[in-house]
């Protein structure tokens, strides 16, 4: 245990870019750095990814472990995990963080596993208090937290839930040491392939849980069509648009909109539910953003017990007006 | 073939009480039923079951889990088995997959072995790739649907951030999770929990499963749970009841006022 040194955090990429949550992480593995007297490493792993260790120049961090390979221009959990265990069991890192996204969530238990170590899911908060990684998260259904330690075993595992930790700022340039990470791997003895992908979602837009504003629409919106007044509120704000799963099993919108226990857990700056109820398992999922609009005819729908700004009316109603005011309000700044 | 469905038992309610010496909740007297999400993919793997296939629900837990295994066997499942013994009392994730996976590798022959999405009180989806990991076996989490089975190979529809992937994979392999949607959980007509009772159900304890005990119950835990404790209460918001245009002047007032946009 003695050994293990540094924070390592695990860069997410989508598509030509870092994911925005990365620099979350990375901005809090800094912060903990700090206080541990430790070094922040991060860890690259795909295709075409050495382009991007300029990127991380600016954030004061120590290290880069740099695999790059065709092989990898995929993810595939049995190439990434074998990688990174064996990079692990090599340089012995004392905290790594993943990303709470898809990848993360497939990637991160996997390694624990591998590792024999402890992992905290979905954390919101990271400490470090006695030599230990404090991880917050939350439990049954979002009425507990939980501060959770993995006292004997190294490293210490934790996912991070995107949008809750404050970006890295950047800072002056530095030179990153720059880690070539051997790769040895037969593509014939894969026992996986991704044979096609689809695109469902326009790819510019961010996934629900990075987007700073949410506006989502539930059962009360009432149609296919209707959407579409939830939409030109979300184009105003730049805002992605979420669902309750009432819509989404409505048909009105696609399964990767929901918010919810069943769907993504999201933490925007700005949440604006519309004809949404609040049932426990839709709070679970935006509870947490940093300011809830709600907007509901029944002035006794639970969702006005969370919300920081409620309108009891008519969404078809209320929803265009505050779309026209805020054309404006925008558009004078 | 042969699939596995790993059910947990969870609390029927997450509205628990907490003992505040020992920082977890108190589960005397709470009503439990079947995890949703493990529910729901043995429905899934009932639909894709061919003539002369079998499905086996397994379970860790408490001798009260029996019910749950019942609630499986009357929902398709052909057999049960109960993983139950004091050594596995307050497994985290790592025990609770060391367990899960020692079994697997006593029933030995499998095809598919599905996981929920997540347990419900206070998992994250973690058990089902960890047991993949140990087994030495390939994963899909995020299922949408699995596509065409075959023996020895398996095509299953993922999501993923930009939409779908499909992916092909040998078996046997893990599905950790396939998020519902359109879903309402069946309820066994009486005739199918009557016929449940007949089915084969065995209870294995540690020696049965063998393994290696260091790593099950609370003696194998890895992590710790210091402190347990209800998140900050949001203040209290301001609902505004007035006239629609009243309304919105009212709350771009307040925004503006609180600098939210
Ligand atoms: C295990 C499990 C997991 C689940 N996971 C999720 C999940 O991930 N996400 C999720 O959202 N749900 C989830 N649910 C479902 C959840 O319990 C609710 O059924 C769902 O959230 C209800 O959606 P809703 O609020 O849109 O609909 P409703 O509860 O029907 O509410 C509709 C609201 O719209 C209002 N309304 C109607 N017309 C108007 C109008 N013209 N203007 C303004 N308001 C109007 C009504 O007053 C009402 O409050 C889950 C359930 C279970 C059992
Ligand atoms: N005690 C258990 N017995 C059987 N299966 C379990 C148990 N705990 C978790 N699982 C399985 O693992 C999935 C994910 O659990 P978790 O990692 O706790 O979220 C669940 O949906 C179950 O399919």
Redesign the pocket.
Known sequence: MADNKDIWVFIEFKKNSIRGVSFEIIGKAKELAKKSNEKVCVVLLGSNVSKFCEDFSYHGIDRIYLCEDSILGEYLTETFSSILINLIKEYIPSILLFPATKLGRDLAPRIAAALETGLTADCIELDIQDGNLVQTRTVYGGNYLADIICPKNRPQMATVRPNVMERSEALEKNQPEIINVPIDIDPNQLKTKVTEKIETTVIDIKPIDEADVIVSG???I?SKENFKIIDELAGVLNAAVGA????VDAGWISKSC??????TVVCPNIYIA??????T??LV?MKSSKKIIA????PN?PIFDVCDYGIVG???VIVPLLTEALKEKLSQD | MRFIVCVKQVPESNDLKIDPNANRVLKKGVSTIIN?FDQFVLEEASKIRKEGDEIIAISMGDSETKSTLMRCLALGADKAILLNDEKFLESDTFGTSNILAAALKKIGDYDIIFCGNSS?DTGSGQVGPEIAERLDLPQVTYTESIENVEIGKIKIKVQTDEGYSIIESELPLVIAGIPPSYYQPSIPPLPKIIAAQKKPFEVWNAEDIKGDKSKFGSAGSLIKIIKLYKPPKREQGIVITDEPKAAIEKLMELLNKDKVI
């Open positions: 539930g059962r009360g009432g309750s799963r009432a819509a929901q918010v919810g226990q069943s769907g519309c004809g949404i109820s609040g049932t398992q839709h999922g907007i509901n005819k029944d729908a008519d969404y078809k | 949703f419900l």
